[in-house]
């Protein structure tokens, strides 16, 4: 989708040295997947916080703990 954007020079041009992309359209896609990339990671934690158990535990692991310890 072409979308008009008013982007800082200084701020895409530190971009495009810090990445190495040649382009603003490759900085700014790369942005735009980190910056997803970070919000699902977040989601995930949060959803892995809400949980009743540790999953990192293996299925043995988890069978031998009581019901009402988990």
């Known amino acids: 989708?072409?979308?008009t954007v008013e982007i800082p020079e200084e701020v895409l041009?530190?971009?495009?040295?810090?990445t190495g992309l040649g382009t603003k359209k490759a900085v700014i896609?790369?942005?735009m997947s980190e910056l997803v990339q970070g919000?699902?990671?977040r989601e995930a934690l949060s959803r892995?916080?809400?949980m009743d158990h540790n999953p990192f535990l293996t299925p043995e692991e988890l069978a031998d703990i009581a019901p009402n310890e988990r």
């Open 29 to 31: 896609n790369l942005a």
């Open 1 to 3: 989708m072409a979308t």
């Open 39 to 41: 919000y699902r990671q």
């Open 13 to 18: 041009a530190e971009a495009m040295r810090l």
């Open 48 to 50: 892995l916080e809400r």
